[in-house]
């Protein structure tokens, strides 16, 4: 498929060009607590559920400075995220969840999850956040050693964790589980299904988990299969997209079948059909197709096709729909 220019980076994506998360420095101890007491140092924030504490005042996250931190997280274990603006950032986790309503009061802030802030914030901060949030479920998740059952300490930074057995000792990194996301596409029309679970009349592309030995274009064949019955021939990767919900890795491709052919027998899929850009077009203005949102990768494969295929505006046509 030809490249045309993405309407918008995915959300959680393009960190790198604000964030360096000075991974070489994450073993020097010295160096690392020297940022962490820095007056510029700056602390996110996240709850026990993962959630993060967002100002009242307007759509940014809620920083600690290095007195906040002092004053009610002293003795908390801080995760280095990096260097951003020139100021080291850092993850601070509020495990007791009977601290919550306080710490809302005492920051003037409100707890959102990733899902509902992913948007509101800035790209930055959406970014950020997905990050801590990520970092923060593998440190909440991995607290013993698969190999002996021994216990685990954070190590570099909280970016590792080492089995406290001495005679194991092994390292444990954080994990990110691949999937695919595919807009399958065949002589002017897309293939979209939906999920008994969604609201009435969404569609979205086709995903699943890539398998132990999986090349990703094996995965979106093998996973189009499994869940329409269409043969897909040609894959060609567009875009990526961070997911830690809890842990996924968002890979998107475009991919084109080999005929329109629909054989149902995935579970998981309530209905699956072929869309024209005309009956999308039609189906938004009439309430009767809704696409996903725009926190999601499905929405920019979308956006990318329409544009391509149709020289469509998918963000106007979805100007006048709620967001979800």
């Known amino acids: 498929m030809d490249q045309a220019r993405l309407p918008a980076p995915n959300t959680f994506a393009g960190l790198s060009l604000v964030l360096d998360r000075m991974a070489e420095r994450r073993d020097d101890a010295g160096w690392v607590a020297a940022q962490a007491h820095a007056t510029t140092a700056r602390y996110l924030l996240l709850d026990a559920t993962g959630d993060a504490f967002i100002r009242r005042d ?66 930055d901060e959406a970014g950020l956040f997905a990050y801590a949030k990520g970092l923060s479920h593998w440190q909440r998740e991995t607290r013993f050693c698969a190999y002996c059952g021994g216990s685990l300490q954070l190590v570099a930074a909280g970016h590792r964790a080492q089995c406290r057995n001495r005679d194991c000792a092994r390292l444990h990194f954080p994990r990110t589980d691949a999937a695919v996301i595919m807009l399958v596409e065949h002589e002017g029309a897309c293939l979209l299904g939906r999920q008994s679970g969604w609201p009435p009349h969404r569609y979205s592309t086709l995903a699943g988990f890539v398998e132990p030995g999986e090349a990703l274009e094996d995965a979106v064949r ?60 039609e189906g938004i203005a009439d309430g009767s197709f809704l696409p996903s949102t725009r926190l999601s990768v499905s929405y920019q494969l979308l956006a990318h096709w329409l544009r391509a295929r149709a020289g469509l505006d998918l963000d106007a046509l979805t100007a006048v729909i709620p967001a979800a």
């Open 58 to 123: 307007g759509n940014a996250l809620r920083w600690l400075d290095a007195g906040e931190r002092a004053q009610w997280f002293a003795d908390a274990p801080a995760t280095l995220l990096g260097i951003a603006h020139e100021r080291p950032h850092f993850l601070l986790v509020a495990d007791d969840p009977d601290q919550r309503d306080a710490l809302e009061a005492a920051l003037d802030a409100r707890c959102m999850s990733l899902r509902s802030a992913g948007l509101l914030l800035a790209a």
């Open 222 to 281: 093998r996973e189009v299969a499994e869940e329409s019955g269409v043969v897909v021939d040609e894959v060609h990767y567009h875009s990526s997209q961070p997911w830690p919900m809890p842990a996924s890795l968002m890979v998107g491709f475009i991919a084109t079948a080999v005929s329109r052919d629909i054989h149902m027998r995935d579970l998981e899929l309530e209905d699956a059909r072929w869309f024209t850009p005309r009956q999308i077009v």
